[in-house]
């Protein structure tokens, strides 16, 4: 059994900063890539970062010069640190890691999601 469990999400102005992180914890011989994704109302889910093992990060255009991706490998942790938040970065943050329990199979597996809110 594998769990993701997110924390970190809340309200904050424009302008503001905040920071989410992922902890990944069961029965994991490996985690490959994790991540941030998140969703807003009417949207469909979207990728904000990721980041591999060995510490290669993607990062979405839209969160580029904002947000920054970065990952423990040794506590399955994963941060995500954003700051100039917008209103328009307003939706549920959910984390996800791809990871192996068994040899040679690899699954992908998503936290319950935290809610981001910034007022203008």
């Known amino acids: 059994q594998v769990q993701v469990v997110e924390s970190g999400g809340g309200l904050v102005q424009a302008g503001g900063s905040l920071r989410l992180s992922c902890v990944a914890s069961g029965s994991i011989r490996s985690i490959y890539v994790m991540g941030w994704y998140r969703q807003a109302p009417g949207a469909q889910r979207e990728l904000v970062a990721t980041?591999?093992?060995?510490?290669?990060?993607n990062v979405a255009d839209s969160a580029k010069g904002r947000f920054t991706i970065a990952r423990d490998n040794a506590k399955n942790t994963v941060y995500l640190q954003m700051s100039s938040l917008k209103p328009e970065d307003t939706a549920v943050y959910y984390c996800n890691a791809e990871l192996s329990v068994w040899v040679g199979v690899r699954q992908s597996f998503w936290g319950q999601g935290t809610q981001v809110t910034v007022s203008s």
């Open positions: 980041i591999t093992s060995d510490g290669k990060a």
